[in-house]
């Protein structure tokens, strides 16, 4: 149950203000779009990226044992933090 809750509020509290749902309060805040279909139909694509990404993690532990996945996933955050900050100085 512990591993539960905490699967739970790590992705719950990355989810806080990203992209994801700030485009999200964008699609509710439109008028011409109901509100419980912005919500099933966001929740539906949330499974479907959470789905890919298990998939994806548990194909990768097959071919990178050795090599501990939150190192790779920390790496991958750093790169994509230098691309970001990159982006901003190299875009205008």
Known sequence: MAQLIAIFA??????????T???????AADRKAAPL???LVASAALVA??????ALGTA????????PLKLIA???FVIIG????WG?????
């Open 60 to 67: 990768a532990e097959r071919f990178v044992q050795g090599i």
């Open 10 to 19: 790590t992705v719950f509290l990355a989810e806080l203000g990203d992209k």
């Open 74 to 76: 920390g790496a991958g």
């Open 49 to 54: 990226s959470t789905a890919l990404a298990v």
């Open 21 to 27: 749902q700030l485009a999200t309060v964008l699609f």
């Open 37 to 39: 279909l912005v919500f």
């Open 88 to 92: 901003h100085f190299t875009d205008g």
């Open 82 to 85: 230098f691309w970001t900050i």
